[in-house]
Each structure stands twice: as structure tokens, then as C-alpha cells.
């Protein structure tokens, strides 16, 4: 399970150290930056896959996504203003667990050529390390620039042969040919975390129209194979739990899922009608709430599961139903729920004792002051987890 979330000079996010359990919920009012929050953890997640560089290009590259106060922040009653920087510009990434450990550095380049990536982020660190905090004795792998070494077995290091470029992750290069097995291990866990973030329902939605179905274990970002997902888990799992969640939201609804020369269609029964609605005619409160069910209820589990204001859309009479997934899904894999319903928050409590549930329900109230991102009740550096970054 990850314990740990750090991240350093991301948009609101300054300096934020975040505790895990195996369910975080994330609050705040508008603007705090719990979006930063879901994002930060998006990119992070884009290092499984050696695609860090291009989602930040994507967001508007390196210096749109820096945090743009001063360096060191705004003191209570002072007046933002710049001032010369001790430290290289910085965005850093992280997460660490009872058995390993990840975090990347991304900086600007370091050149007087002329060039138009100029503004591409490099990675100028990375290291994986096993334990919870990053220390000297636990470091597994590092990459500095691009040199990579990682530890042998008799516990001292071993340099690898090839230098990587300013873009490519060692998590993603070097795992192959290093055979560590503790790059692999963070490799595979951030390729498996899911992300899920306020479906299409409008008449254009790829989740209102027929599409061609196989069997679909886990649902698509965009909820385009939203039948497929739900008749692979009426079929793998077989034990009802489908139609029982259906009817918990809806009473007495049930679901028809067809297939016609491949494509898969959705439509659902609901009491009093003569036929059944298709995707097309559900409202946009129940289509998501479909979409929702297909992606918690999914018969292959994420390592982590990453819920961004799910209750978007939804009736306040659906929040107890959504609470209830939510809860079901995070008794098989960790779970982040970013939301901002109280009626969402209080139905969790309500079913969380109604259920006896026994994990951890990790409650993470974000406030911004003086532009800053940072965790409600927390009064200095000393309150927040132990974190430490690798050294440029």
C-alpha cells in the first residue's frame, strides 16, 4: 500500500506531503487545489510509462505548471514579490510504501544552444529506494542526469553502460535491462493506477452509442466501452453483485446488455415503462452513475484508484448508492476520492459504520493560503510525514 505522497513545485502545490490510507478522502472548497492534487498524481503516474515529459508538454510544458509564488512562499501579512532563487527551478514527484519508494526531479535545461525545446523538462534525478523515507542506506537505483546506477548484491553499485536522454525515466529504459527488481516493481505498480475523472454525458458521448465490444476487465478513461465493461463483470464475476447494485441505485431497474455483429449496446429497464431506455435517452446523472458502477466494479482491481468529484451531476438521492461502491472498491484496492459533496462525505461515514468497515479512512482537508496549497490543521514543516528528496 502507498503511504506517502510528496509533491514539490506544482502549480498551488508548493510543498505538499500527503498521508494514505486504504481510503484518502480529499476535500476543500473551490480553488484549493484539490484538481492539482489529481493531477499531480496523473503525472506521477506518466513516469510508469515513460510519458512524464509529454503530459507536462501537454499541460502547457515546465514553466506553466511551476508553482509561480517566490520560492520559499508568501509570509502571513507580506507581500508576494520576487526574490534572487537559491535553489534550480524544480518539480518534484513522489510516493513511498512500507517496502519501496519512488521520486523523480524534472527541471529546465541547462544550455546556451539555441533550440526550440528549450522549455522541455529534463529529468535530472531519479531514485528508488526501499523503506519509507529516502535515505543513503535504502537507495536501490538513482539516476543523476543521465547516468544510472543501481545496488548488486553485495550491496555495493553497479554503473549501467548507456547514458539515457534528458526525457527518458529509468523506471521505463532500464528495467529491462537492469533486471532490478525494485524498478520493476514501481514500474508496474504506476502503470496499474487507475484514474477516472468526470465522464461524458452530453448527446456526443462515446458512452451513449453502440460500440464494438471484447471482453473489457477494466472501463476506458472515456467510458466508450461502458456495455463491454459491464457485461465482462456480470460474466467474470457471477455472483449478482451487478444486478444488486443496479437496483440499489435504481429499484426495481435492470440492466439489458446485447451484441449485434460485434457491437455492444446498453439500455435499461426501469418499472412502469413499456421498453427499455437505451444510453442514448438516460439522463446524464444516470449514465455517469453506470459509468461509475463499471469503473469501481471492475473483476480486475488497480493498485490504486483515483476518483476525481465522481458526484458530478449525480442526484443527492444516488450519493449513499455511490457511497456504498466506493466502499465495496476500496475493500480490494487503495483508493483517492477527491470530492467537495458534504452529502458524499456524510453518507461515507454513515455506510462506513453501518458496514463495520475496518480499513483506514484517511480525511485530507486542503486550504489555500497566500496561493499555497496545504493540508488543513497543520501548522509547520514538523507536522507533515518524513520526506526527503534526492540531492541534484
Known amino acids: 500500500m502507498i503511504e506517502t505522497v510528496a509533491v514539490e513545485g506544482y502549480r498551488t502545490l508548493r510543498e505538499l506531503v500527503v498521508e494514505l490510507g486504504q481510503l484518502t478522502v480529499v476535500t476543500g472548497a473551490n480553488g484549493s487545489g484539490k484538481s492539482n492534487f489529481f493531477r499531480a498524481l496523473r503525472l506521477l503516474a506518466a513516469c510508469g510509462q515513460g510519458r512524464v515529459v509529454g503530459a507536462l508538454a501537454a499541460e502547457g510544458g515546465l514553466p506553466s505548471t511551476l508553482w509561480a509564488g517566490p520560492q520559499h512562499g508568501t509570509r502571513p501579512g507580506g507581500v508576494a514579490q520576487g526574490t534572487r532563487r537559491t535553489a534550480p527551478v524544480a518539480l518534484r514527484l513522489g510516493f513511498s510504501g512500507p517496502d519501496l519508494g519512488y521520486a523523480i526531479d524534472l527541471g529546465l535545461p541547462q544550455t546556451a544552444l539555441a533550440s526550440p525545446f528549450a522549455l522541455d523538462p529534463e529529468i535530472k534525478t531519479e531514485s528508488v529506494w526501499s523503506g519509507g523515507v529516502l535515505r543513503t542506506a535504502t537507495l536501490q537505483a538513482e539516476r543523476r542526469n543521465g547516468h544510472v546506477r543501481t545496488r548488486d548484491d553485495g550491496g555495493g553499485w553497479t554503473s549501467e553502460g548507456r547514458n539515457l536522454r534528458t526525457s527518458e525515466s529509468m523506471i521505463d529504459e532500464f528495467v529491462d535491462d537492469t533486471g532490478a527488481p525494485e ?28 460500440q464494438v ?17 459491464l457485461e465482462t463483470i456480470r460474466w467474470m464475476t457471477a455472483d449478482g453483485a451487478l444486478e444488486r447494485a443496479v437496483d440499489d441505485a435504481f429499484p426495481g431497474s435492470t440492466l439489458e446488455i446485447t451484441s449485434d455483429a460485434g457491437l455492444f449496446r446498453l439500455a435499461l429497464h426501469q418499472p412502469g415503462l413499456l421498453r427499455p431506455l437505451s444510453t442514448a435517452e438516460l439522463s446524464d446523472g444516470t449514465l455517469r452513475y453506470l459509468l461509475l458502477l463499471a469503473a469501481l466494479g471492475s473483476p480486475r482491481p488497480p493498485e490504486l484508484l483515483v476518483l476525481n468529484e465522481p458526484e458530478t451531476s449525480l442526484h443527492p438521492d444516488l450519493l449513499p448508492a455511490l457511497a456504498r461502491l466506493v466502499l465495496t472498491s476500496a475493500e480490494r484496492t487503495q483508493t483517492i476520492l477527491v470530492t467537495h459533496s458534504q452529502i458524499l462525505l456524510d453518507s461515507l461515514e454513515e455506510e462506513r459504520r453501518a458496514l463495520r468497515w475496518k480499513h483506514t479512512v484517511e480525511r485530507v482537508h486542503l486550504v489555500k493560503s497566500l496561493g499555497e496549497t496545504g493540508v ?12 526527503a528528496w534526492a540531492k541534484r
Do not use: H, I, N
Open 376 to 387: 488543513d490543521g497543520r501548522e509547520g514543516p514538523l507536522d507533515s510525514p518524513r520526506w
Open 213 to 229: 465490444g471484447t471482453q473489457t476487465p477494466v472501463l476506458a478513461d472515456d467510458g466508450a466501452d461502458l456495455a463491454a465493461a
Open 183 to 210: 524498478m520493476l516493481r514501481v514500474r508496474r505498480g504506476l502503470r496499474d493506477w487507475r484514474f477516472y475523472d468526470q465522464f461524458r454525458t452530453d448527446p456526443l458521448s462515446p458512452a451513449r452509442s453502440a
